[in-house]
């Protein structure tokens, strides 16, 4: 074989928040090998086995390569790309002709959030449907944490991070960081980052109901009850109050309304939140002093406890604790990234980012940075009247599995006029659409780090060029929905930030480019030249000839990145401090019943629903089990590996057993992203191993109190032996 066909390409893996460097080798056009990138300025030769495995999700046999129509008989045929892009124009706009605007929904799955290409139509998508039906797997599991950075720090993009790479003490709630390498936290090799914190002689101590493999590796697990995160870290505020040991002088230089917290916090009973959250007094007194007295201490808490009731208030009570503690923009505590492609310059501009603009028909729960939650889709297909869902569209998402009773949703959906799904597969949800429109994928795409990188723990930047060329009859996201966009009547030109630039292109015949826009994103942040030729600033030149990247350095200190006018962090937005109300009339008049809680597992060979169809991905071990405390399985009567039934208030059904001690007991804990039976006929790989959907247990109508977000973790359960 030649050198010709053969070459090493430099490229991030886009799979999760991670963002690692590969090596991937190509010969005569195809993946044959993908290891990690030892130059790489930011994972430094690290990488998970989902990194590794592009290469298998690259060369599936099992991928939709052309465009599917549905048949009457639930199979599927090959059609054109102008066929099926004509159809689903005319079906989409005769819908909203008929009905109106609402009558299209659309859900954005999360690998959106690691595509650049479609991230910079989504804007102009929207704008052409003029729909308020929208929703994301963002609204499944970080809502609260949009919302709590809108209203604390003025943008749902300004997100504060734990400086982990310098930090003494690390406080981890409701995280499992050691499997996801962070979520909301973009770094890679977290091992070597937490045990680098203890080789600086500090702590890391992890609260989580189930001795997870963080927990397994830090200094200390607190077993904390489902629910009971925003009682536990505001516990730990009425114990610096008590103590005297917060920031006075922080708190009044940079913040308003803590006159308003204060209050609420000395009716805050200590003992009363113990007895709610399960972690007795001693133990949040203790753990509230090691964080204050820690020479860098700091508190990061992500998915377990956004997925609960108290969702928004115990991610605000996670930035309020770090804040009166004095660890807000200071060095190995909570700090803002300054990433070098800044999506707040979109999120800035008028109407594009906020809470609460407007709410859903059904029920009325609110948007979140424009996003209705999904536990509210099934609804608002099912009821009739104004505004009522009769088309969908799906962008690399599978809510059947990924939303709350997906049972009802997958009814919901097969009774819709039309649905259109942008998808690698044929999946428990894109069974259902009449148009399949299959993407290229991301190895055939140039990638940035539009997004990701602004929840990094170092700053850095890259630019990955395409490991495979585009053959004839594929087509990259960008494209299919620039395509549909314009069959639509609409254009690209709906980035706010770029309307001017990108009108004049237009005018002088230039053609839309998604890495072009982010190059003027690049070149307008905060490391960027600005323009000037003359300047050391970055621009997509200087990235394309780093090809492991640029290293931008530490984080930075200090509160530039706060977007309110005053540019002091408000501390008492009125909708948390309702659900603050809401939670101290719960510790006036609760008390902790014996029922059994379900909570979910990420695993790391799992990346949500979607790469169960690449075989190292589910070889080895079973993983979709129920795993149960020793005592909760000798009072079910369940054994280890034995099936059983865990029902609750929405469904029953039989799932196999794994008795171990890392759970809580009355905790029992089943991993999302499963449940591939009904997909079998089209993914050999992952119907022969189909496991049970943990959302199938999940209630639709019951959400959380400030963003509406489902409720995933302590879904009330019974559990009991199979007759």
Known sequence: MSSADSKVVYRTCSLCEACCGLAIRVESGHVTEVRPDEDDVFSHGYVCPKGIAMGEIQEDPDRVRKPLRRTPSGDFEEISWDEAMATVAERLAAVQSKYGHDAVGVYYGNPIIHNHGALSLRKALLDVLKTHNVFSAGSQDTSPRFATSYYLFGGSLVTPVADLDRATYFLCIGANPLVSNGSALTAPNMRARLRAIQERGGKVVVVDPRRTETARFADEHVAIRPGGDAAFLLAMVRVLVDRGLLDDDFIA???????????????????????????????????????????????????????????????????????????????????FPTPAFDSTLITRMPGSDGHARWHSRVRGLPETLGDLPAACLAEEIETEGAGQIRAMLTFA????????????????????????????????????????????????????????????????????????????????????LLDLIKRLGGGPSGRPVVDSILGVAERFGYEFNPTKLAGYLLRLGPHGDRFMPWSDGLNLDKLKAAPHGIDLGPLRPGLARLQHRDGRVRLAPEPIMKAFDELMVELRSSSPTDEVLLIGRRELRTCNSWIHNAPSMVSGRERCLLYVHPEDAERAGVADGAEARLESKVHSGAVRVHVTDEMRPGVVSLPHGWGHATAAPWQSIAGARPGVSANDWTDDQDVELVVGQSILNGVPVRLNAMH
């Open 253 to 335: 230089a940079s913040t308003t309304g803590w006159d308003d917290v204060s209050r609420r916090i000395a009716d805050l009973d200590v003992a009363a939140a113990s007895e709610l959250c399960g972690v007795d007094s001693a133990t949040i007194e203790r753990l509230a002093v090691e964080l204050v007295e820690a020479d860098a201490g700091v508190a990061y808490s992500r998915v377990g406890t956004c997925n609960n009731r108290y969702g928004t208030l115990a991610s605000y009570a996670t930035d309020l604790l770090n804040i009166v503690a004095g660890r807000l923009g200071r060095v190995g505590g909570w700090m």
């Open 397 to 480: 998402g599978n809510p059947i599995l990924s939303t709350p009773n997906g049972r009802r949703l997958a009814a919901a959906f097969e009774s819709l006029e039309f649905m259109v799904s942008i998808d690698l597969y044929v999946n428990e949800t894109t069974r259902y659409a009449d148009i399949i429109l299959p993407s290229a994928w991301t190895l055939k795409d140039d990638h940035v780090d539009l997004l990701v990188a602004a929840f990094a723990v170092r700053d850095f930047a890259r630019w990955s060029p395409p490991v495979l060329e585009l053959e004839d009859g594929e087509r990259s996201d960008w494209q299919i």
